[in-house]
């Protein structure tokens, strides 16, 4: 069974730094894409950022061009989400996910199907 485990949320001020983790354990034969999801409360699930393989195409949504960087580490099975000049509106909780079929491209969340439980992150001005 494949499992997803975020680490690395927390509170800072705005202007700061946090770095998302996501080690990821079990067997997936083949995977599509990665991403990082965010849901700020009372808000739907956005897609953040995603990486399809293959090809390494990044998506980033604009919110977060210039500040976040997506990357993966294959050897640990592990992805990564640098965020920097933090904003209180990034104020979510930040989820990783595998999409296995192409669809996942589109960053919709009903097309990824495993995720993680989630990592808090709070940005206060």
């Known amino acids: 069974q494949v499992q997803l485990l975020e680490s690395g949320g927390g509170s800072v001020q705005a202007g700061g730094s946090l770095r998302l983790s996501c080690a990821a354990s079990g067997y997936i034969s083949s995977w599509y894409c990665l991403g990082w999801f965010r849901q700020a409360a009372g808000k739907e699930r956005e897609r953040v950022a995603l990486?399809?393989?293959?090809?390494?195409?990044?998506y980033y949504v604009d919110s977060v061009k210039g500040r976040f960087t997506i990357s993966q580490d294959n050897a640990k099975n592990t992805l990564y989400l640098q965020m920097n000049s933090l904003k209180p509106e990034d104020t979510a909780t930040y989820y990783c996910a595998v999409g296995l079929r192409s669809s996942a491209v589109t960053g919709n969340p009903s097309d990824y199907n495993y995720w993680g439980q989630g990592t808090q992150v709070t940005v206060s001005s």
């Open positions: 990486i399809r393989t293959g090809d390494d195409y990044i």
